[in-house]
């Protein structure tokens, strides 16, 4: 049987298919929830790619990772597993289930070893590592799933969760060190910087050249000195921003949503109610 036969095999099984796909920082995620009849094989992972598998979610059944399709996993099974598999090996997913939901990190790692320096070695790609667990990087996954949800206008949240999920991959079995804080002036010019850029979105690379350090670096040094992530800085000061607005102008809520870096009046809804504990319109008629 040949990798398109596998394939057509399996997509005669699914009953329903909701996808969604992001890339930042020379990683891609594709997201898949797939109801199913019966038992499936397919390859989720290319010879040519890296990649990284996490099981999310399955009923009705058990999912199976294997290096070879013709042969089982020799370990067991355990809930939320992940399967990291170096460029040159190929990654089956098999099982018989109802449903099965789950995600495919692809890491681009000339591109990442560009963008991350020295700080990071791609030695921990090198080898397969199967149904392993790590709660660290699962939340990472579930908050990168939810970006499309919570700002799909803004990078900076995107490109975070990335150069983390990559940076604890990177280091194996070893501890990811604290971060030191930036000096005063480094906070300053930063978030100045990010100020005048206002409504634009600033990529996280922008940022990490202002001070001439790597992205992962610049975000955990920024978050250690401020508490604030930089996509959580810049979202504070958008919602400020559109606070003053409200307060000080008739505009209707779509041109505070443009003039603030949100995509439309219901994004910019969502993320002040989440902030504010209001509606932009509630919020400005109680100012009044």
Known sequence: ???????????????????????????????????????????????????????????????????????????????????????????????????CHYAVLRFDIPTLDRTFGEEFTARAFESPRIRFMDNRILTLVRMLLDVPRVDQSSNLLGESLTAAIFAILSAGDTEVREAGKLARWQVKRVTEYMREQLPRQIELSELAGILNQSQWHFCRAFKASTGLSPYQWQLEQR?????????????????????????????????FKRRAGKTPGAWRRSQR
């Open 1 to 99: 049987m040949t990798a398109n036969d596998d394939e057509a095999d399996f997509l005669t099984k699914i009953v329903k298919l909701d996808s969604w796909t992001g890339s930042w920082n020379g990683v891609t995620i594709d997201e898949r929830r797939e109801r199913l009849q019966g038992k499936v094989l397919h390859e989720l992972v290319r010879e040519d790619e890296t990649g990284l598998t996490i099981n999310l979610d399955e009923v009705g059944g058990f999912t199976e990772p294997r290096l070879k399709r013709d042969q089982a996993c020799p370990i067991d099974h355990r809930p939320n597993h992940m399967a990291l598999i170096p460029k040159g090996m190929r990654l089956w997913g098999y099982g018989d289930l109802d449903y």
């Open 239 to 271: 919602i400020k921003l559109a606070k003053e607005l409200l307060l000080d102008t008739e505009i209707a809520l779509d041109a505070v949503a443009e003039a603030t870096g949100f995509a439309d009046a219901m994004h910019l809804n969502r993320a």
